[in-house]
């Protein structure tokens, strides 16, 4: 199994990005996607989740910290989840794991987001 995270990289503060997380091995559709991360010398923390069922539509949820800047979204179809990152700030540069999540769990390798100017 392997989760494969990309789309981080250098931004400015007040701009955006978009992390995909891409995962092998395992039916996408049947796992619950979730995005943490870590910044330097701090514990990892949850940022947004996202249901693996629709009734009717997903479940999401969010960190105060992000809430109304990111959103979480997926496609089952091309087995991605995304992240969406807007009005990006200092305090979001950290490096973000993918999380996917049923009975077992499985952790991407992280990709790094630098919110600098």
């Known amino acids: 199994v392997q989760l494969v995270e990309s789309g981080g990289g250098l931004v400015q503060p007040g701009g955006s990005l978009r992390l995909s997380c891409t995962p092998s091995?395992?039916?996408?559709?049947?796992?619950?996607i979730a995005w943490f991360r870590q910044a330097p010398g701090k514990e990892r923390e949850a940022v947004s989740c996202i249901s693996r069922l629709r009734s009717p539509t997903y479940y999401v949820d969010y960190a105060d910290s992000v809430k109304g800047r990111f959103t979480i979204s997926r496609d089952n179809a091309e087995n991605t989840a995304y992240l969406q990152m807007n009005s990006l700030k200092p305090d979001d540069t950290a490096v973000y794991y993918c999380?996917?999540?049923?009975?077992?769990?499985?952790w991407g390798q992280g990709t790094q987001v630098t919110v600098s100017s």
């Open positions: 999380n996917a999540r049923r009975l077992n769990e499985y």
């Open positions: 091995g395992i039916a996408f559709e049947g796992y619950a």
